[in-house]
């Protein structure tokens, strides 16, 4: 079904004349930012072009940009790799460091959500990638964050199973309504999940998308072969497929 935004305007995330630069070199240049309660958001841009470096100041972890950005609850974030710690079960690397009554119940409770309930016991090295991405998103969700920072979490997984976790995702967004930023290299994957799809580009956002289309999407979709073309000409990438 189509996203349906609520009424006022609350932002999840705002980020205000971002600047950041490393050796000399800008990566980001002035990057203004706002990312709706229960939006889903996706960000492309070529490697090099400050994804990650803006993602980083959303979630609080680089110190100088925190000026820049304001939070309006919560960040979780679910990166590439699912960082399960090896030497403790799934159940207690879902409920790791979480501050609630009962951390154990609701680690169980969101292993349920994601279909891990039966592996709660399991040690993350047995898992497949499929599954080990699973008790991430659980691993993130558990907080209820007011926002969720997707860090490429699909792209180590095989073509059937990461059509398996978009649906997991989006029914995840259904029922929690976070703010979403999804960083990702694929524009289908932006074009098939997002609300809107940015475009970062030599430390800017240097383009938007808006995809005002009914879930579940298909790629063949007339609209979404048109955002597509226009996706991949503002990054670089020609009808020929060069660079």
Known sequence: ???????????????TRLSRSFGGRVVLDGVDLEIREGEFVALLGRSGSGKSTLLKALAGLDPLTRDAVSVGGTVSVAFQQPRLVPWKRVLANVALGLRVPDPRAAALAALEEVGLGALHDAWPLTLSGGEAQRASLARALVREPGLLLLDEPFSALDALTRITIHRLVLDLWERHRPGILLVTHDVDEALLLADRVLVLDRGIIAHESPVDLPRPRHREHPDLVALRSTLLARLGVTPEGTV
């Open 1 to 15: 079904m189509a996203a349906e935004l609520p009424a006022a305007v609350v932002p999840a995330a705002k980020v």
